[in-house]
C-alpha cells in the first residue's frame, strides 16, 4: 500500500469518526439546552411567586434602585436620591427600595447622612435591603482583568438582591449594566438604568492603542505591544457584552452629552436614550451673594483653590497637587509676600482604599514641600462644603473624560472661577461659554493648570466678577428641579407599567399622580 492510499484510509477513518460523534453531541447539546431552559424557567417563576406573594401583603407595586454605594457623598448619590424624592412626591401608591451594600449603618443613619451633604429629605420612608456580598464589585478583589471581575460580580450581587426582593420595576443607578439582564429575564421585571460613566468606552480603548500609560493602563502594558495587543482585544470583547447587556434597558438616561455618545456607540438604542443632567444644589449657592468689586478689593489676603470630589483614583487629585506645586514655584503668585494661596482637597471616602489614597496623597505633599498649603477634608456636611466654596477664589477639577461633573457646577454656582480639565462633560456641557463670554478656563497638564491658576490670580477684581456672574448665569439648567422634571419624563414610560401591575394585583388600578 501507498503512502498516499494509507493517508486517503486514515483521512477516511477520521472522516467517520467525527461523524459518528456528530450525532450524539448534537442530541447532548439539545438536552442541556432543554434542561438549561427549564432551570431559568423555574428560577423565573419562582422568583414571579415571590414577587406575587410580595404584592398580596402590601398591596402596592414596587420601585426598587440598585446602588451598593449609596451611604457615599458623591454626585451618583445626589442623583438617587433626588430621584426618590421626585417619584416618592409624585407617586403616592408606589413603594420605594433601595439595594445597598453598606453594612454597620441604619436606614436613619443613611438618610441622615443624605440630608446632611446633600440638603435633602425624602417625603416619606424608603425601605432599604442591605447586601451581604459588596466586596464581589470591589475593584481591589481584582488585580488583572478588573473590569470582567466586577461586572461578573455584579451578577451575582444583583442575584442576591434580586432574591431578596423581587420589583416590579428595576432602575440601576450606579452603573452595574450587567444586572440589567439578570432583573429582565430572570425576575421578570421592567428595567430602567441612569448611567453616570460607560465602563469602557471608545476613549478607552484609543488609550490603550495608542499605548498611552493612565491609572487604567500601566506602565508594564503600555510599553508593551503583545500585551497592549491582548488588551485591546479583552476591552473589545467586553465592549460587546456591556453593550449587549445595557441593550436590555427599556429606557436609558445618560447624565451628559459626551456620556450620550458613548452610550449610543455600545448600546444602540437610540429610541430608548435621553441626556437627563444630574441635579445639583445650585440654589444653594445661589442664595448666597458674591462680592461686588468693592468688597472684592477688601477681601482677605490668601486665596483657596478648592477642589471637591471622592477620593478615587481617576479624579487624578496627584495632578491637582502637582500643578498646584509649579504654581507656587511660578514668579509673581505672592508678590511682596503679601498674598498667599493654599489648596483645599474636599471630598468623600468610600471604603478603606480610598482612605489609603488619602494618606498617599498626603505623602505627595510632604515630598513636594507643599503640606503646610494644603488641607484635606473628608466626607464634610453640606453647610461646611459651601461655605469653603463661596470663600474659595479657584475651584479646580482634574479629571480625564469626566462624564459630567457635578463639583464643576457647584464651584460655578458658588461664585469660585472654574479651572476644569479640557475634556468631557466639563467641556461640552459646562464650562462652555454663555451670553458671549467664557465661563471659566480648561487645562490638561501640569503647565496649563498652573498657568491658568496663576492667570485667575493675577486677574483684576472686576474681570473675576464678570467671569463669575456668567458662570453663576449659566448653570441655573443644572438646577434640582430641571432634574426632577426631566427625571420623571423619562421614566414615566416605565412607571406607566406599574398601572398594569397593580390592575394584576387586585389593587386600585390607578396610581395616585399629583402635578
Avoid at 121 to 129: I, N, S
Avoid at 363 to 375: F, I, M, T
Avoid at 418 to 442: E, Q, R
Wanted: charge should be neutral; charged fraction near 25%; hydrophobic fraction near 40%.
Amino acid at each position: 500500500m501507498s503512502a498516499h492510499e494509507h493517508s486517503s484510509l486514515c483521512l477516511c477513518d477520521l472522516i467517520r469518526l467525527l461523524w459518528s460523534l456528530l450525532l450524539p453531541c448534537f442530541y447532548l447539546s439539545l438536552v442541556l439546552t432543554a434542561i438549561l431552559f427549564l432551570f431559568i424557567m423555574g428560577v423565573r417563576t419562582w422568583l414571579q411567586m415571590k414577587r406575587k406573594s410580595r404584592r398580596a401583603q402590601d398591596g402596592r407595586p414596587a420601585v426598587a434602585f440598585f446602588h451598593p454605594y449609596c451611604n457615599a457623598g458623591g454626585g451618583g448619590e445626589r442623583v438617587l436620591w433626588c430621584a426618590l424624592r421626585a417619584l416618592q412626591s409624585r407617586y403616592q401608591d408606589v413603594s420605594f427600595v433601595v439595594y445597598t451594600g453598606d453594612q454597620g449603618v441604619t436606614a436613619e443613619e443613611i438618610l441622615d447622612g443624605a440630608r446632611r451633604r446633600f440638603n435633602i429629605r425624602l417625603p416619606r420612608a424608603v425601605k432599604f435591603v442591605f447586601l451581604k456580598h459588596r466586596l464581589l464589585v470591589e475593584a481591589k478583589l481584582y488585580p488583572h482583568f478588573t473590569l470582567l471581575g466586577q461586572s461578573v460580580g455584579s451578577i451575582f450581587l444583583g442575584w442576591e438582591a434580586l432574591t431578596e426582593f423581587v420589583p416590579d420595576l428595576y432602575i440601576d443607578s450606579m452603573g452595574y449594566a450587567f444586572t440589567l439582564p439578570v432583573f429582565r429575564y430572570l425576575g421578570g421585571c421592567h428595567v430602567g438604568s441612569y448611567v453616570h460613566y460607560p465602563t469602557i468606552s471608545t476613549d478607552m480603548l484609543s488609550v490603550v492603542r495608542e499605548r498611552n500609560p493612565r491609572f487604567n493602563n500601566a506602565d508594564y502594558i503600555s510599553s508593551n505591544p503583545v500585551l497592549s495587543a491582548i488588551k485591546v482585544i479583552y476591552y473589545c470583547v467586553f465592549a460587546l457584552l456591556y453593550g449587549l447587556a445595557g441593550s436590555c434597558s427599556d429606557v436609558v438616561m445618560v447624565n451628559s452629552t459626551w456620556t450620550l455618545g458613548h452610550i449610543l456607540a455600545l448600546w444602540r438604542a437610540p429610541n430608548r436614550t435621553s441626556v437627563v443632567y444630574p441635579p445639583c444644589d445650585v440654589q444653594a449657592f445661589l442664595d448666597v451673594s458674591i462680592r461686588d468689586e468693592d468688597e472684592e478689593k477688601e477681601r482677605k489676603k490668601c486665596h483657596s483653590v478648592v477642589s471637591v470630589g471622592q477620593f478615587r483614583p481617576e479624579k487624578d487629585h496627584q495632578l491637582q497637587i502637582k500643578a498646584f506645586r509649579k504654581l507656587l514655584d511660578r514668579k509673581g503668585v505672592e508678590p511682596a509676600g503679601q498674598e498667599t494661596v493654599k489648596l483645599v482637597l474636599i471630598g468623600g471616602c468610600r471604603n478603606q482604599e480610598d482612605e489609603e489614597r488619602v494618606q498617599m496623597l498626603r505623602g505627595l505633599c510632604l515630598d513636594l514641600d507643599v503640606a503646610d498649603r494644603v488641607e484635606f477634608k473628608l466626607n464634610i456636611p453640606f453647610e461646611e462644603l459651601k461655605k469653603d466654596l463661596t470663600d474659595a477664589t479657584i475651584g479646580l477639577h482634574t479629571m480625564w473624560n469626566e462624564h459630567f461633573g457635578i463639583g464643576v457646577v457647584e464651584c460655578m454656582a458658588a461664585g469660585t472661577i472654574i479651572l476644569a480639565h479640557k475634556s468631557g462633560g466639563p467641556k461640552l456641557d459646562i464650562v462652555v461659554p454663555y451670553d458671549g463670554g467664557p465661563t471659566g478656563f480648561l487645562a490638561d497638564d501640569e503647565d496649563s493648570y498652573a498657568e491658568a491658576m496663576e492667570r485667575i490670580l493675577s486677574m483684576t477684581p472686576a474681570a473675576q466678577l464678570e467671569i463669575q456672574r456668567r458662570a453663576r448665569l449659566s448653570v441655573t439648567r443644572f438646577s434640582d428641579q430641571e432634574f426632577e422634571g426631566s427625571f420623571l419624563a423619562a421614566v414615566e414610560p416605565l412607571m406607566s407599567t406599574l398601572k398594569t401591575v397593580s390592575d394584576q394585583a387586585g389593587g386600585h388600578g390607578t396610581l395616585v399622580h399629583r402635578e
